[in-house]
Every structure is written in structure tokens, then in C-alpha cells.
């Protein structure tokens, strides 16, 4: 699940946030939500834990992504404080940190239905009608690098330190990673990342994809604003269809993916012509 800690705008704007937008219990979970127009930004917000997850983190963020404001198109993940995220906080196994003293084990089907709710978290990342943008700096270990690998586009800071620690922890990467870390860096790769849990610094991960922009740390908020402004000026039915056809391709055959072309261009030139 994770690594151990003890430590511009839109032509239209959008309804501003309103309090039925924003789930409850976020502050307890760690995060704050920010809507301005058509971006969302979700901060993990424990600094002096170095952001350290926990199950209500999890849960935090599967609310966050079910109640969404419809006119959201950009969503940003960040940390507050000197790092990303140091990974799942070990405390909620004994009880401690927020936790509910999970031991596992004794009911596989329960258990799968838990980690279940706790990938919701992620998953939501990839919604088609959403750019996710990770904006990282400083530590994104296990459950933090998967959080960064969730998201459609990482802009990271020089100081990003990413690390996959769970096999050093007797656990396996549960929360949707392993999936983009292997289509990103190819198998081979991500089982010496992973076996080893060694760190991977931002001039490697620019290099072998992790990344696709690297900034200075006093750069990445205007990095990510500028990200968020370019991405805003594509229409949002285009940017829709086409992350759909992005996000298919690599398992579609050339005619399966050729079909699906036609089928989202067929939906754009209704849209945009007329039927």
C-alpha cells in the first residue's frame, strides 16, 4: 500500500466551490480542496508527516473524485511542506495515526473488498473528462509514487525523490501502480526498481519517462499553472475523446484502434458540424 513514515483559466468559468462540493472530513483525512473554474487542486496536507498516508487518505481522495464539480477539466495532486508523499503511515496497522488497527489476513474476501476502496483513491485519476497533473517535489515513496503514477501527466521538482518500498516492507505495490509503472518504464525496469527499492532521482526519471517535465522547486507552481493553461485551450470534447483514444491504444491491435478513431471522430464532427 505504500512506504513507511514515522515522521490560466477557462473561456467559461465555473460555478465557484461551494461547501456541497467539498467532501466532509477532508481536513482528518489530510487533504484540502481547492476549486477555482476548471481546476482542482487536491493537496496532501500533512506536512509535519512529510504527507504520510492513511486510510482515510485513501478514502478521502475516492470522495474527491466522486464529487467532483462537473465543470472540473484540470486536476492537480501536490504536497504541502517539504515533500510529496513519504509513503502509507505504518502507525494505522497498531491502531495509531488515524488508523483502525488493521492486521489482514483473516478474511481474504473482506480484505479484497478494503484494498478495494482504498484503490478508488487512484483510480478516479484516469477518468477521461480530467487531466490529472502530479506536481511533485521532494520524497514520493510507495503509495506517494503511486499517487504521482495515477496521474496523467508528473511535472516534478529537481529534488524528487522517488522510491517503490513496499517489497522492503514484505508487501507488494497495491495501489494501482504497478499497472503505469510497467507500461511507463517496461517490465525489466520496474522489477529492479521495485526489488531493489533504491531511489530514483528527477534526472532519471525525466530519463526513463517517470517524468515529463523537470523544474526547479521554486519553478513547479508555475510550471503547473502553465501546464494547466495549455491544456485548458484544447476543447474539452476533443481532450476527452482523444485521452480515451491515448489510453486504449496500447492494447488495441492497429484495426481495433483504427476502429476507435472513426468512432470518436464520427462523435467530434457531430458535435462540431452538426448531424
Known amino acids: 500500500m505504500g512506504d ?4 490560466g483559466r477557462p473561456e467559461t468559468a465555473t460555478a465557484p466551490e461551494t461547501a456541497e462540493s467539498v ?7 489530510g ?6 473554474g476548471a481546476v482542482a487542486t487536491v493537496t496532501l496536507n500533512r506536512p509535519e508527516r512529510r504527507n504520510a498516508m492513511t486510510f482515510a487518505t485513501w478514502r478521502g481522495l475516492a470522495a474527491i473524485g466522486r464529487s467532483l464539480p462537473a465543470g472540473v477539466r484540470v486536476v492537480v495532486l501536490r504536497g504541502e511542506g517539504p515533500s510529496f508523499s513519504a509513503g502509507i503511515d505504518l502507525g494505522m496497522f497498531s491502531g495509531g495515526a488515524g488508523g483502525e488497527g488493521f492486521t ?7 480484505t479484497d473488498r478494503f484494498i478495494a476502496g482504498l484503490q478508488e483513491g487512484y483510480t478516479w485519476l484516469r477518468r477521461p473528462d480530467i487531466v490529472s497533473v502530479a506536481a511533485v517535489h521532494g520524497h514520493a515513496i510507495g503509495a506517494g509514487f ?12 529537481e529534488d524528487t ?24 518504464v517496461g517490465v525489466g525496469r520496474a522489477l529492479e526498481l521495485c526489488l531493489t527499492a533504491r531511489t530514483v532521482l528527477a534526472d532519471e526519471a525525466a530519463r526513463i519517462g517517470l517524468a515529463e ?3 526547479p522547486r521554486e519553478g513547479l507552481d508555475g510550471a503547473v499553472r502553465d501546464l494547466a ?32 478513431e472513426r468512432r470518436e471522430q464520427i462523435g467530434r464532427l457531430r458535435e462540431v458540424f452538426g448531424s
Open 161 to 184: 525523490r522517488f522510491c517503490m518500498k513496499e517489497p522492503a516492507l514484505g508487501l507488494v505495490p497495491d495501489l494501482t501502480g504497478t499497472k503505469p509503472l510497467v507500461e511507463i
Open 146 to 157: 503511486q499517487l504521482a503514477l495515477a496521474c496523467d501527466i508528473r511535472v516534478i521538482a
Open 229 to 260: 493553461d495549455a491544456l485548458l485551450a484544447v476543447n474539452p470534447g476533443a481532450a476527452a475523446a482523444t485521452k480515451r483514444l491515448l489510453w486504449q491504444a496500447a492494447e488495441n491491435t492497429l484495426d481495433e484502434q483504427c476502429a476507435a
Open 4 to 7: 513507511a513514515t514515522t515522521a
Open 31 to 36: 487533504l484540502r480542496l481547492d476549486v477555482d
Open 104 to 110: 489482514g489476513g483473516a478474511d481474504a474476501e473482506g
Open 213 to 215: 517535465t523537470v523544474v
Open 23 to 29: 467532501p466532509p472530513g477532508l481536513d482528518e483525512a
